[in-house]
């Protein structure tokens, strides 16, 4: 079946005249770079690909240049979707904030001038160890307008995995909050990472977003968030980089060795999220997005790149998937949001079920995606049907359905 998508592309600096701009690679809801006088190098892509050292090291648009945040937030504004919601995020308590495109676009480009301001340059690595709250998008994409290299940290990390992590990055800055809320409970994380950067001399800098009134480590080192990100220029024009130019860096766990880092390049990162969200998953500019997971694991970047590459909504949750008398409020949020796509582990399934299904009466769930095991047979959950998991089309990722009772409604996709 043909996707409902209008396709568009990303297109690489090929000349001076943009009319002329050649593409790489076809992508959902990109487009070719605007005028802006960041991209006034004589960047050229003379080749398409590059496979002369091996499959394995193969190269695409060599000698192009584009930016993440150009093709994420500037195409929909320029379309005239600046208002249109970005982000819609929910707190434990249930406090919300909704940030459309155009003021995501704003915070972005704060936080890449506040951190040039404190001389971190194009290239250099700067973490990431915050909740998931609607600053941490802005903090990745801000990393992106400025060509810097975004190193994702867990938020649950012990000041040794921090350590680790920005040393083999060379980490230069970080972003992080005071703290976290977690069932009900602040979880202190400014304190944590305080002590992880005595053994990281590269580190200058650190902006901290103070939620909860949490001490600073170190004045000259630990910056306010409202003091300087919140009152940086908010229309700082991006930064052009190479298409194999590294984006992010993504650790693995750690759990069998010393942390492996995978370095996801600009060009390819969009072009794998468009393959699996917005062909495989069909995602589109009217669907809302809800994977509970964390930036520090590569579903955190990989979720918020694909939603905007829709020109979707990402519907951002802090805090547990269940709580003390609420134990499905994953599936509450989902339903009440009217989420349309929703990612899930089979740990968390597993879990939901262990519990009663009544409180889940009445509601209406979106289309999911759980991370592939092939060797868990689809369980069944007394009293609300069969789930049953199914190989995808992606090789990262499968996707699962319910074969609803009584007690529930699935939403079919159109």
């Not at 979880?187 to 650190?206: D, F, G, R």
């Not at 899930?344 to 592939?372: K, Y």
Request: net charge positive; charged share 20%.
């Amino acid at each position: 079946m043909r996707s409902r998508h209008s396709w568009t592309v990303v297109a690489l600096r090929t000349t001076r005249n943009w009319s002329n701009a050649q593409t790489v690679t076809r992508i959902g809801s990109g487009r070719r770079f605007s005028t802006s006088p960041a991209f006034d190098s004589p960047a050229r892509m003379h080749r398409l690909r590059e496979i002369g050292d091996g499959p394995e090291n193969i190269r695409w648009g060599i000698g192009g240049a584009l930016n993440l945040t150009e093709t994420c937030l500037d195409a929909h504004i320029e379309k005239g979707l600046g208002d249109k919601t970005a982000i819609d995020w929910v707190d434990e308590d249930g406090s919300r904030q909704q940030w459309s495109y155009s003021r995501l676009a704003e915070e972005a480009a704060r936080v890449a001038s506040a951190l040039s301001a404190r001389g971190v340059r194009p290239s250099q690595g700067v973490g990431i160890y915050m909740p998931m709250i609607p600053e941490i998008e802005a903090a990745l994409l801000g990393i992106a307008r400025l060509g810097a290299v975004a190193v994702p940290l867990f938020s649950g990390f012990a000041p040794h995995a921090i350590v680790t992590r920005l040393n083999d990055a060379r980490a230069v800055a970080v972003l992080t909050a005071d703290a976290t809320p977690r069932r009900g409970k602040p979880v202190w994380m400014e304190a944590t990472l305080a002590e992880a950067l005595a053994e990281v001399p590269s580190v200058h800098t650190v902006f901290s977003l103070r939620r909860f009134g949490g001490p600073v480590a170190d004045p000259a080192r630990d910056l306010d968030w409202q003091e300087t990100v919140a009152k940086a220029d908010a229309t700082r024009p991006a930064h052009p980089v190479e298409t194999d130019a590294p984006l992010l860096i993504a650790y693995t766990s750690g759990t069998t060795g010393k942390p492996k880092g995978v370095v996801h390049t600009n060009l390819g990162v969009q072009a794998k999220a468009t393959a699996d969200f917005l062909l495989c998953l069909d995602l589109k500019p009217d669907d809302r997005h809800l994977w509970m997971t964390d930036m520090g694991w590569v579903m955190g970047p990989l979720t918020l790149i694909s939603v905007l590459l829709a020109g979707a909504t990402l519907v951002l949750a802090e805090g547990a998937p269940s709580m003390p008398g609420d134990p499905f409020r994953l599936l509450r949020l989902a339903a009440e949001n009217k989420v349309t796509h929703m990612g899930v582990a089979p740990t968390l399934v597993r879990q939901f079920m262990t519990q009663d299904p009544a409180p889940l009466r009445g509601a209406i769930f979106p289309h999911c995606v759980s991370s592939p095991r092939p060797e868990s047979p689809g369980p069944k959950m007394p009293g609300f049907g069969t789930w049953s998991i199914s190989a995808g089309t992606t090789r990262y990722r499968s996707t699962f359905r319910v074969e609803p009772s009584s007690s529930a409604q699935f939403l079919p996709r159109p």
